[in-house]
């Protein structure tokens, strides 16, 4: 029998995860938090011709940042898989895959929609995970501050999860811990896992802008500042900056209490 004074060791800790690292705010705020509950992280991007394909470079700099922020993350820190997912530029045809006007249509929806976009990472992501060993899949989507998406909605995610499982004969289990959390608990959640030095990293080198603009620094960033994304980001960091020292929301893959 286990004396109550004798830690017992967390069986999720000792596991794997795979983290789909785009090189945004999310997705870097993802890696902390799997970081911070993950004894071996990877990550894994892709490339679909996305015309902020700038991110993808952010991504290597956010890394060896997240690197020297502490021996800890840098011994869990695994490596990196960028993945081609090409076949969506091709038949995708969208503003995020070609040079056009960011409009919405009449239920609301950016022409920014990539049909099938989070769903196919999530299954190139989850065939990966099974080359590799890993169990766990940690995903930035979020449907609180969020462009409408209807693959970032957490249906979406628990039905895919299921299917993965299904499909593969696994067991994966697909963590959204920015799914109840606004643009601005996210820069919180940051700052809970890394400090403000995580928050400057982040603010500078990870990348948010659909139009991959990287001219001018912003206090929320760099960014165009008017598409989708960039009024997302710039509004959080308000919000964020707003309601700094009130507390700091820890990510969650539940729906938050009803108040
Ligand atoms: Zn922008």
Not at 35 to 43: A, H, I, K, S, Y
Not at 47 to 66: N, P, W
Not at 136 to 150: I, N
Not at 211 to 239: I, K, M, N, S, V
Request: hydrophobic share 35%; with cysteine.
């Amino acid at each position: 029998m286990t004396s109550p004074a004798t830690p017992v060791p967390s069986s999720i800790d000792a596991e794997k995860a795979l983290v789909l690292f785009s090189g945004g705010q999310d997705s870097t705020a993802c890696l902390a938090w799997a970081l911070g509950r993950f004894q071996w992280v990877e990550t894994v991007a892709f490339a679909y011709g996305q015309r902020h394909a700038v991110e993808l470079e952010a991504r290597q700099a956010l890394r060896k940042g997240i690197r020297e922020l502490g021996d800890r993350w840098a011994e869990r820190l695994g490596p990196d898989h960028e993945l081609d997912a090409g076949v969506l530029g091709h038949i995708s045809d969208t503003a995020l895959t070609r040079e056009a006007e960011i409009t919405y249509d009449d239920q609301g929806l950016p022409t920014t929609f990539v049909p099938g976009r989070n769903l196919l990472f999530l299954t190139l992501a989850a065939a990966l995970a099974h080359r590799r060993g890993i169990r766990h899949l940690v995903t930035g989507v979020c449907e609180t501050d969020y462009s409408g998406y209807p693959d970032c909605r957490d249906d979406t995610i628990k039905a895919l999860q299921v299917t993965l499982n299904l499909g593969m004969a696994q067991r994966l289990v697909v963590h959204t811990p920015l799914m109840w959390l606004d643009k601005a608990q996210t820069w919180a959640l940051l700052e809970h896992h890394g400090g403000k030095a995580l928050v400057e990293l982040t603010r500078t080198e990870s990348h948010t802008c659909y139009r991959g603009e990287r001219d001018q620094l912003h206090p929320w960033g760099y960014g165009c500042g008017t598409c989708p994304a960039c009024q997302l980001r710039a509004e959080g960091w308000q919000h964020y900056q707003a309601r700094a020292g009130t507390g700091t929301p820890e990510g969650s893959t539940h729906p938050p209490p009803t108040p």
